[in-house]
């Protein structure tokens, strides 16, 4: 897939309203995937790419921030939704995710790779490097998913291609969900795909 780049003078792709992202991660994240992450540059440029990996995460299941209590840490996180839970790994490394489903319940999307319009195809290709290329830490963590804040999420412009799921990536349980969805071989993936294991109970 090799979206165009927005003409110079367009306007700006409308980003989706905060009706779109009140309902369970699971049903929202697959419908990220083909949608543009865009944000205003200083100069009033655009930045964007497209979005070729996701995963959910809710706090009914281990793998997620607010399994077990609700801290200064994730509490953005638990609602409301369509906002942006921005946190950092391992002292390094920014994760956005868009914050899903209601208010005091632990629920989002993790955006894992976006795919970039005439830039090397792994200069976003995980969590880490697509943070980093669009410039998101923590000063993002609990802003809105919309224009006036400069950073959000618009609906896709072409057809995403063949959408597949797999189990997450980088955690220990919850991989019996097919939670993790990707743009069949698409060469930004920031991982390939994982066999879902078997429950356990």
Known sequence: ???LPLPPR???PAAFPQAFFGRP???VGPELIGCRLVKR???GSLLWGVVVETEAYSQEEPACHGYRIRT???ATLFGPPGHWYVYLTYGIHHC???VTGRDDWANGVLLRAIALPQEPPRVAAGPGLLARRFGIDLSHNAQPVAEGTGLWLSEASEPPGVLIESARVGIK???DLPWRWLLAEHPSLSKPVVPLQPRSD
């Open 1 to 3: 897939m090799n979206p």
């Open 10 to 12: 367009s306007p700006s």
């Open 25 to 27: 991660a699971e049903l």
């Open 41 to 43: 540059q200083a100069d």
């Open 72 to 74: 200064k840490r994730n």
């Open 96 to 98: 956005v995710n868009v």
């Open 173 to 175: 349980q919850g991989l």
